[in-house]
């Protein structure tokens, strides 16, 4: 892949192109379709090539995810298929509708348009997510593992309680304070991409907390106090950049619950389609 050159723009953007082209041909297609069969259908000739197009499309959109787990299959690069799931997914929308004549209902047949729709839609989302993902984690840093957040807030834990220790009450009651903004579990951690504050002081906020703290603490004590703040500051920094990572992969992480699971169930639908149609037709 050349430098700036991402998924969607690969190879000169190739697979847009072709994609475009193919739209271009199915419009057309249609439009004389329209011209010879008044009244459009799956059932209609057109019809059923425009199905056995969309379902050989499908069936390519869904062996990507065979081909990004082999390492040893060569037929095409990883990155083209990849390019080529994301434009053709779109078009399986288009060939869907022309298939039906563009007449849904409530059925099982429109069912699987329906449930399309949503898987698409959902990787769009997805393509988002994964041109933006670098990008966005790398505002915080480096990538933070829960072992070493568990590790590193044991460290500042212990830091705080050392210089806390033998204070005066003042003291000790701050300190408990900035320990009792902890960290998330693994299984608190999905929520926290639905929250608008984590319950993390910025640094302004910190500093107008304190102020009476300043006033009221023993000046024998001033020095172990700024080595506290910065303590604090350095747990609050270390927690924010920890929660936003967080959040930025659960993001992802929805995308692939909703993406993967409703292929699979959209590919069962559409077998359920043509078993109906082959039962009930003969075709």
């Known amino acids: 892949m050349r430098k700036n050159e991402t998924i969607i723009s690969l190879r000169g953007s190739l697979w847009l192109k072709i994609s475009i082209a193919v739209f271009i041909a199915l419009v057309i297609s249609y439009f004389f379709y329209r011209i010879s069969e008044p009244r459009p259908g799956g059932g209609t000739t057109f019809g059923l090539v425009y199905g056995f197009i969309g379902l050989g499309i499908f069936a390519l959109l869904m062996y990507f995810g065979v081909r990004k787990r082999s390492y040893v299959n060569n037929f095409g690069t990883l990155k083209d298929w990849l390019s080529f799931h994301i434009y053709f997914g779109v078009i399986m929308i288009i060939i869907t509708a022309m298939h039906a004549g563009f007449d849904f209902g409530f059925s099982i047949h429109s069912l699987a348009f329906y449930i399309m729709i949503i ?147 959209l590919s069962f639908v559409i077998l359920i389609h043509i078993l109906i149609v082959v039962y009930y037709n003969g075709i």
């Open 119 to 265: 898987v698409v839609v959902s990787g769009i989302v997805g393509t988002h997510f994964y041109l933006n993902l670098p990008a966005d984690l790398e505002k915080y840093g480096d990538e933070i593992s829960f072992a070493f957040a568990d590790s590193e807030m044991n460290t500042l834990i212990n830091r705080i309680k050392s210089v806390s220790k033998e204070k005066s009450a003042v003291f000790q009651k701050r300190a408990e304070m900035i320990i009792a903004s902890g960290m998330p579990g693994k299984n608190e951690a999905f929520w926290i991409m639905f929250r608008k504050k984590y319950g993390v002081p910025t640094e302004s906020e910190y500093f107008e907390s304190i102020k009476d703290d300043v006033v009221n603490i023993p000046k024998e004590e001033s020095e172990d106090f700024q080595k506290l703040t910065v303590l604090a500051l350095q747990k609050f920094d270390f927690q924010r950049r920890f929660l936003n990572q967080i959040k930025i992969k659960n993001k992802l992480r929805i995308w692939l619950v909703l993406h993967l699971p409703l292929s699979i169930v």
